[in-house]
């Protein structure tokens, strides 16, 4: 049984794969200004630092509940990555569930974007992490603050993975700086559809944008041509690639099928891109 040592004081004994957590973090979980944070390490002890992918849940999710998921993090923690996952904050329109402080018109009081990279800086320290060697990625409104640190803040990491979750409205007209982002959605996704819709949430409206939408504004920033520069059609997934842009950076969108959850294999595939073969580039 592979055995992967939990920081943050976290016992999953029903799960496989996990064992109890180490004093790392003293209480536990993991405290930060304005927050915490949960770690899952590699079970073979890193003779350098150690790469890192930041986790950012989906809403009224959990760091907790995302540490339970052996599914989604055993092939990160397989291939000698650590995985860093912040809790995000209690939405004050909702009362309890957590969320993020995606630009999207309303603002949470807590700085996302500032406190991400507190927890990385954090967590650096205390696990001997490599801060050069950072890929941050997010599922759902975790996926849209990925996009929005990817854009606003984009030397937070080498790498951006988002699935099911872009940019709300309004969108940037730019972003600061090219970036390595995938982008993954579920074509028949209902819940924040890639065409973009309207919603209404305890008296506020918002709009979540057009996944097509963002693109441009990437396409814009790093100087990208309208027609990718390749595309893929598979049973898995229908792939596009911008990689010779002019500004640099790299943009890939994937369609899957299927709706707003993320497919079995999808660690894997998010691996596949970050680490591509040498025959497959």
């Given at each position: 049984m592979f055995r992967v040592i939990l920081a943050a004081g976290l016992l999953i004994a029903a799960e496989p794969g996990f064992a109890q957590a180490q004093d790392a973090c003293q209480p536990s979980p993991c405290l930060v200004d304005g927050g915490q944070y949960r770690v899952a390490l590699p079970a073979i002890p890193a003779t350098e630092p150690t790469p890192t992918v930041l986790y950012l849940h989906g809403y009224a999710a959990s760091s907790a509940a995302v540490l339970r998921n052996s599914g989604l993090l055993q092939p990160f923690l397989d291939r000698g990555y650590a995985v860093v996952v912040p809790d995000g904050q209690v939405d004050t329109l909702q009362g309890h569930h957590l969320d993020w402080g995606v630009r999207d018109g309303f603002g949470l009081p807590r700085d996302?974007?500032?406190?991400?990279?507190?927890?990385?800086?954090d967590a650096a320290t205390r696990f001997s992490l490599d801060p050069e060697n950072i890929v941050l990625m997010g599922y759902s409104r975790?996926?849209?603050?990925?996009?929005?640190?990817?854009?606003?803040?984009?030397?937070?990491?080498?790498?951006?993975?988002s699935h099911a979750g872009g940019f709300w409205a309004p969108l940037p007209p730019q972003c600061a700086a090219s970036v390595r982002l995938l982008h993954s959605h579920g074509f028949t996704d209902r819940t924040l559809p890639v065409e973009g819709t309207g919603m209404e949430w305890f008296g506020y409206s918002f709009e979540v944008a057009s996944v097509f939408d963002g693109l441009e504004v990437w396409q814009r920033t790093m100087g990208c041509p309208p027609k990718a520069d390749t595309a893929e059609v598979t049973a898995a997934a229908w792939t596009k690639a911008w990689t010779g842009c002019a500004e640099g950076g790299q943009l890939t969108l994937q369609l899957l099928p299927g709706g707003h959850g993320r497919r079995a294999g999808?660690?894997?595939?998010?691996?596949?891109?970050?680490?591509?073969?040498p025959d497959n580039p």
């Open positions: 996302d974007i500032a406190f991400v990279r507190q927890v990385l800086a975790g996926g849209s603050m990925v996009w929005d640190i990817a854009c606003h803040a984009p030397d937070t990491a080498r790498a951006y993975v999808w660690a894997e595939a998010v691996l596949d891109w970050l680490e591509p073969a």
